[in-house]
T-cell receptor, first 110, second 113 residues
Framework: GQSLEQPSEVTAVEGAIVQINCTYQ??????LSWYQQHDGGAPTFLSY????GLEETGRFSSFLSRSDSYGYLLLQELQMKDSASYFC???????????FGAGTRLFVKA | EAQVTQNPRYLITVTGKKLTVTCSQN?????MSWYRQDPGLGLRQIYY???????DKGDVPEGYKVSRKEKRNFPLILESPSPNQTSLYFC????????????FGPGTRLTVT
């Protein structure tokens, strides 16, 4: 079946750059997305890669390599408010399921 | 304002008592989903719907039912809730299938005793 693997926790310093990796196993998918969720809140969409390469949205960038079954979310100029959980997700082909990773908890320290 | 609404936000119930969690979106989205979120497990899809009268199972459909009679509404039904269905539930919608830019409701915290 399909699965996505992410680190459970990452810690970084305010102002730094952090990369959250996502590796996946799938027979086919439309694209890889990233979502942010603050404690007590709902997930919110950050970025989507349908094709290989880098997508940039402000301080956030996302990368996909289908040949390596790998993607990552890059957060630059980290701020305290970036402390949250981050999820990668993919939409499978051959059906219309959406599969999420278990999430990466990011702690930003002063 | 574009949004996904869910009701109720919090619910405590007893084993076996049927309940419905409503979900509505005002963005004319075709794709709607229900997820449950449990610590350490991320979001797991329960059911999804591609359009009116078109629904299908996600990864954890056992014990749940859904219907899609109107495009904007996608209720989640637990006909005989059990304690293992205690969880945080999210409804989400998007223009198309898949993971691209889904909009999530605020969540429903359900406790089954």
């Amino acid at each position: 079946g399909q699965s996505l693997e992410q680190p459970s926790e990452v810690t970084a310093v305010e102002g730094a750059i952090v990369q959250i990796n996502c590796t996946y196993q799938t027979s086919g998918f439309y694209g890889l997305s990233w979502y942010q969720q603050h404690d007590g809140g709902a997930p919110t969409f950050l970025s989507y890669n349908a094709l290989d390469g880098l997508e940039e949205t402000g301080r956030f960038s996302s990368f996909l390599s289908r040949s390596d079954s790998y993607g990552y979310l890059l957060l630059q100029e980290l701020q305290m408010k970036d402390s949250a959980s981050y999820f990668c997700a993919l939409g499978e082909t051959g059906g219309f399921k959406t599969i999420f990773g278990a999430g990466t908890r990011l702690f930003v320290k002063a | 304002e574009a949004q996904v609404t869910q009701n109720p936000r919090y619910l405590i119930t007893v084993t076996g008592k049927k309940l419905t969690v409503t979900c509505s979106q005002n963005m004319n989205h075709e794709y709607m989903s229900w997820y449950r979120q449990d610590p350490g497990l991320g979001l797991r899809q329960i059911y999804y719907s591609m359009n009116v009268e078109v629904t299908d199972k996600g990864d954890v459909p056992e014990g749940y039912k859904v219907s899609r009679k109107e495009k904007r509404n996608f209720p989640l039904i637990l006909e005989s809730p059990s304690p293992n269905q205690t969880s945080l539930y999210f409804c989400a919608s998007s223009f198309t299938q898949g993971a691209s830019e889904q909009y999530f409701g605020p969540g429903t915290r359900l406790t089954v005793t």
